[in-house]
């Protein structure tokens, strides 16, 4: 993306290799601050699940690879494209590596909760930490207000690392791994398929466990539901937080 960029001084900018989401305020944003901060980007859009990479992709080579909410997993040989660093900004804290890890915190009744930038590797969630930040969850919180807090935080942690490395390079890199030696991811990452075996209730559901995953798995988008002789019934309406 080279708008208003003098050509004469393209080759003096780090070449970036951006991951974002369609429909997504924090991608449009975030590729604002990358243009800002002085980086070559070259967009990739995800849409879903199961979406193909674009065929240039294969050939492009550079300084980083940047993900943000990106549903593309990346495989070893597009990861070692990037020749400093590939990094993701993972909406969740290191305690909860994978998919649908803000439904488990609230289901667990986790009272914090946080983003994580990681270098990335061959296994989801996985490579060495780059810095965490922590939000604690509050007492009238749901999904979706934790949810949005997140999306705040995660946008924040990419223009303090991305600033960073705009600033300092491979240096602030190291200086940052270092400074958070301290934090490891724990467990194996969650997956999909684990949240959506929860949201499919069973007939004999308690109370008790019924509003544990109505507060922590439930939106209008991605609803509880139910099968009954053959039919699947869906709960409408936004779950009421606490």
Not at 171 to 195: D, F, P
């Amino acid at each position: 993306m080279t708008n208003g960029i003098d050509p004469a001084k393209q080759e003096d900018r780090p070449t970036v290799l951006f991951f974002g989401r369609e429909n997504c305020d924090g991608t449009q944003k975030a590729l604002q601050f990358l243009n800002f901060a002085g980086f070559d980007v070259s967009y990739v859009e995800s849409q879903g699940l199961g979406q193909a990479l674009p065929d240039w992709v294969r050939n492009w080579r550079g300084d980083y690879i940047f993900c943000f909410r990106s549903y593309f997993i990346l495989d070893q040989g597009l990861i070692d494209a990037a020749s400093i660093a590939a990094i993701n900004f993972h909406p969740g804290p290191p305690e909860y590596p994978g998919s649908g890890c803000i439904n488990f915190a609230l289901y667990e009744g986790a009272d914090t909760y946080g983003v994580t930038a990681h270098i990335i590797n061959a296994k989801v969630d996985n490579g060495t930490i780059i810095k965490a930040l922590r939000f604690p969850i509050l007492k009238h919180d749901g999904l979706r207000s934790v949810l949005a807090r997140t999306h705040l935080y995660l946008f924040h942690l990419l223009q303090e690392v991305v600033g960073g490395i705009a600033t300092g390079g491979e240096n602030y890199l190291n200086h940052q791994v270092a400074t958070s030696s301290a934090e490891a991811w724990r467990g194996e990452a969650r997956r999909m398929k684990e949240l959506s075996t929860l949201q499919k209730l069973p007939l004999d559901i308690d109370a008790t466990e019924f509003h544990k995953r109505l507060h922590s798995m439930h939106l209008p988008e991605y609803p509880l539901h139910i099968f009954l002789h053959g039919r699947k019934f869906v709960l409408l309406g936004e779950a009421d937080e606490d």
